[in-house]
């Protein structure tokens, strides 16, 4: 508030962002430049070789069906403190995540990543479809989505999601960045952890890790006849 007029002054920098030439830019390349101030970070902490590993391991995280589930483990199997794998793949979402609230609709225009934005918008309404309750418990949901490590959920389907529930942009971006943090977090020291047990016991480390890759494969097979079921009423319901 100006004491002289009493009228209320804009702040500068809310100006440039209502600025829709300037704003857009900066929408557009600030993701990218958290993500190059990230690998130099990796790049300043970690000796050259252990770095270009873990580089190609952040990369593969983009490839499906690889995903935290998978990446993780395998980075702290090779060596890597779980705090650093945590940051370095929540930074990742994180970075996703707000390019992808920012730039939803410039994005669907870019070839390779408009393709993947579509098929992150038909998991959404599948989620939709096989959750209602989702709607109802629109952050709750959002955060669960994101934290559960299966294929199709994740930083950019999440955001996805979001933005089908019609949350604000940075309410989005808050819910994927609090599901990708637990999510990642959980894995790494679960992962670390059952590599000490392995180091102690052999034989008790293969036996969790057993239990675990059951537990895994029938929570994928139960969540792939759930979808097949919904797929056949579907059906029977256009027929009818």
């Known amino acids: 508030m100006d004491d002289t007029t009493g009228v209320s002054q804009r702040v500068w920098w809310r100006t440039i962002l209502e600025n829709r030439y300037i704003a857009g830019p900066i929408k557009f390349l600030l993701p990218f430049g958290i993500g190059i101030i990230l690998f130099a970070i990796l790049y300043l902490l970690l000796p050259y070789q252990d770095?270009?590993?873990?580089?190609?391991?952040?990369?593969?995280?983009?490839?499906p069906p690889a995903g935290k589930e998978s990446i993780i483990p395998i980075a702290i199997m090779m060596g890597y403190h779980w705090w650093l794998v945590t940051f370095a793949i929540f930074m990742m979402d994180a970075v996703v995540s707000l390019f992808i609230v920012w730039n939803f609709d410039l994005a669907l225009k870019i070839p390779l990543i408009g393709g993947l934005i579509e098929s992150g918008v038909r998991a959404g309404r599948e989620f939709f479809e096989a959750r209602p309750w989702v709607r109802r418990f629109s952050t709750i949901g959002l955060i669960l989505f994101v934290f559960f490590p299966l294929q199709g959920t994740g930083a950019?389907?999440?955001s996805i999601l979001g933005r089908l529930l019609g949350l604000e942009k940075a309410r989005v971006f808050l819910c994927v960045c609090t599901g990708s943090f637990l999510s990642s977090l959980l894995i790494a020291l679960g992962a670390d952890l059952l590599l000490d047990i392995y180091r102690e016991n052999n034989a008790l480390g293969l036996g969790l890790l057993a239990a675990i890759l059951v537990t895994i494969v029938a929570a994928v097979v139960a969540l792939r006849l759930r979808k097949k079921r919904l797929r056949e009423r579907k059906s029977k319901a256009g027929w009818w």
């Open 156 to 158: 950019m389907n999440g």
């Open 51 to 63: 770095f270009l590993n873990l580089s190609g391991l952040l990369a593969a995280y983009f490839i």
